[in-house]
């Protein structure tokens, strides 16, 4: 499957976060508590959301993902915490609370694609992002966002999609490739 890697303006945007690190291993069960209390938090608010629940994940090394085996995969993933912001964006500002911190985020310039599968394979994806970045001299920064467009509780694994937004270092020219 050839994914559609390109970049684009992302739009600015107001949301409420909780900032974590956890394993690898434990971030669905982080996800699935953080989520529900945001969402509640945003409705006690009087706010709305705007878009699908996301996480930035903090801290990448793109290099190291990239020439990353198997093996030191499941190492890194068994003795690592990610540092992690789970979020929800809304379509007003809304104030946080506890743990739950109100961000505005800025109008990023990201490489962009769907990760479409089991979120068990989204590191083949970031890694194809990574060789197309340096193929086309785009540097990316040391983050990502995902934004988790469908319910992985609500659909068959094959069809969970996830966007995934790396902004770029530099912000150079909007251009798309596809690579398989």
């Given at each position: 499957m050839s994914l559609d890697i390109r970049i684009e303006q992302q739009p600015p945007l107001h949301a409420l976060e909780?900032?974590?690190n956890a394993p690898m291993w434990k971030i669905p069960k982080v996800l699935g508590d953080a989520f529900p209390r945001i969402d509640k938090h945003i409705i006690a608010q009087g706010g709305t959301r705007a878009g699908a629940p996301y996480?930035?994940?903090?801290?990448?090394?793109?290099?190291?993902?990239?020439?990353?085996?198997?093996?030191?995969?499941l190492w890194l993933m068994l003795?690592?915490?990610?540092?992690?912001?789970i979020g929800m964006a809304v379509?007003?500002?809304?104030?946080?609370?506890?743990e739950i911190?109100?961000?505005?985020?800025?109008?990023?310039?990201?490489v962009n694609t769907i990760h479409?599968?089991?979120y068990q394979k989204v590191g083949d994806t970031y890694k194809k992002i990574v060789d197309w970045a340096e193929a086309n001299d785009v540097k990316l920064a040391n983050y990502t966002?995902?934004?988790?467009?469908?319910?992985?509780?609500?659909?068959?694994?094959e069809d969970i999609e996830t966007l995934i937004l790396i902004p770029v270092v530099g912000s150079p020219a909007s251009t798309e490739d596809r690579v398989g």
């Open positions: 909780i900032a974590t996480v930035r994940y903090m801290d990448i090394d793109w290099q190291q993902m990239r020439h990353c085996g198997p093996l030191r995969m003795t690592s915490k990610q540092p992690m912001r379509e007003t500002p809304v104030e946080g609370g506890g911190e109100a961000v505005a985020i800025e109008s990023l310039t990201c479409r599968g089991p966002m995902e934004n988790y467009i469908n319910d992985p509780t609500t659909v068959a694994k």
